[in-house]
């Protein structure tokens, strides 16, 4: 039996109404794809297996990113995490290349992989023209994955560029194949809005992947589903991490995309995390409106902006849909067993759902 979305169970997550596949790539031109791996059971043998990891691609727009790249920013809430590419984000306000997620030590890979995939589609990169940074994040799933093999290749990072979509596949998919959120099994989880304002509308979407929290700290609309439900007996030792991609048709600039991040953090705060120590809390913002031209040298750049006083229902959209994403990665999660036989099982979601209305939310 197919495992629902938070919202087609009756969970509530706000007004704001969603887009029409209450996905990120309800932004017009995002696309996602995965590549999932999973091979080996039982005793781990480190460059064997089990291996249960992957990758998942974010394209911002259909054209050439590296031609045309998107307004970014990020917010590090929690710094106990990698995002390459970091520093050009923070020094330009732009992200040239696809947004890949992947576990911690494949970074290195994902990145080549997205470089060889962006060589071939622009031959005067390095050449004639500028190179490429891409952009990578991470979470740690080496407590179901054997972490130590580097199964992620260079061939994978291609496999999930050829396989985006605008329907986006949830749970323990791509890069959350191996990925627990509050002692449950998470992975990827993804959610959308529309944003009416004084000119015009538009679309706000997010993608998780979800890593990190105690199963006591849950909290659903407001319920602690944590404390109310059975314990999973099996808990890894670290309560880290979470990626959140925040993705917008909106025409906000570097600087505002800088405040939608920092308000993504809100809506992790409202799933009921602590933010551990050990935990890299990140957040990566976009926006398709007012594309840069990467061969335009002379003359002015004219762009129009959403004023700031007409930002606070874009707060509220980001708030919400990265609280639904985070429940979308619970929901679609189904157990996994990994390495050395560790489990993490999948949120119960009847059990979730009888204790939401006891307490009048649903």
């Not at 061939?155 to 979509?165: G, K, L, P, R, S």
């Not at 959120?181 to 304002?197: L, Q, W």
Request: hydrophobic share 35%; net charge negative.
């Amino acid at each position: 039996m197919t495992r629902p979305r938070a919202r087609e169970a009756g969970v509530w997550f706000g007004d704001l109404p969603t887009g029409t596949r209450n996905m990120i790539t309800d932004v017009p031109g995002v696309r996602v794809g995965h590549c999932t791996l999973v091979r080996g059971s039982g005793v781990l043998r480190p460059g064997i297996g089990p291996v249960r990891t992957g990758v998942t691609m974010i394209l911002p727009h259909s054209g050439s990113l590296y031609e045309r790249p998107v307004k970014g920013a990020y917010f590090d809430f929690n710094g106990c995490g990698g995002l390459n590419g970091s520093p050009q984000i923070r020094e330009f306000g732009v992200i040239e290349s696809p947004i890949g997620l992947t576990n911690t030590m494949s970074m290195g890979a994902v990145s080549e992989g997205i470089i060889r995939y962006m060589l071939k589609e622009n031959p005067g990169a390095g050449v004639s023209g500028d190179t490429i940074i891409p952009i990578v994040a991470e979470c740690d799933d080496s407590y179901l994955n054997d972490a130590k093999g580097l199964h992620v290749r260079e061939d994978h990072v291609a496999e999930a560029v050829a396989n985006a979509t605008d329907v986006v596949a949830e749970g323990a998919v791509g890069a959350g194949t191996g990925m627990s959120c509050y002692d449950f099994k998470g992975g990827i989880g993804t959610s959308s809005r529309v944003i009416s304002t004084p000119v015009g509308k538009y679309t706000l979407g997010s993608l998780v992947l979800s890593n990190h929290g105690e199963g006591k700290e849950l909290r659903i609309d407001g319920v602690p589903v944590g404390r109310l439900l059975n314990q999973p007996q099996e808990r890894r030792v670290e309560q880290g991490s979470i990626v959140m991609v925040v993705g917008t048709d909106a025409p906000v600039d570097s600087r505002q995309l800088g405040r939608l991040a920092r308000r993504a953090v809100l809506g992790l705060a409202v799933t009921g995390t602590s933010s551990h120590s050990g935990s890299g809390d990140i957040v990566v913002a976009f926006s398709t409106a007012n594309l840069l031209d990467r061969f335009t040298h002379e003359g002015l750049v004219t762009q129009h902006l959403i004023m700031d006083k007409d930002l606070d229902v874009f707060f509220r959209a980001t708030i919400d849909s990265i609280d639904e994403s985070i429940i979308n990665s619970l929901f679609k999660a189904e157990t996994v067993k990994g390495r050395d036989d560790h489990v993490v099982e999948a949120l119960p979601i009847e059990a979730t759902l009888q204790i939401m209305r006891k307490h009048g939310r649903l």
